[in-house]
């Protein structure tokens, strides 16, 4: 839910078409939002136009994750 408010906040040009499809996916997979968005090529795949957007936004979480890790060991 927490990742939901934040995708397009502040604007990132990640419609609600694209996370609802995003959505729909991982239920289909039976596999969490985060997992999608972090596959690249799922992402090419259901996000069109808004690939290097939504591609951009789990890079930036991804890189948030790794800084807490990081400093959690040390």
């Known amino acids: 839910m927490s990742l939901l408010r934040i995708i397009n906040t502040p604007r990132r040009g990640i419609g609600k078409a694209t996370i ?8 289909q997979l039976s596999v969490p939002l985060w997992e999608i968005l972090s596959d690249e090529t ?19 979480i991804a890189g948030f994750q790794k800084k807490i890790n990081g400093t959690q060991g040390g």
Request: aromatic fraction near 4%.
């Open 20 to 27: 609802t499809a995003l959505q729909t996916m991982g239920q």
């Open 42 to 60: 799922s992402v090419a795949t259901i996000a069109g136009r808004s690939a290097k957007a939504v591609n951009r936004f789990a890079q930036l």
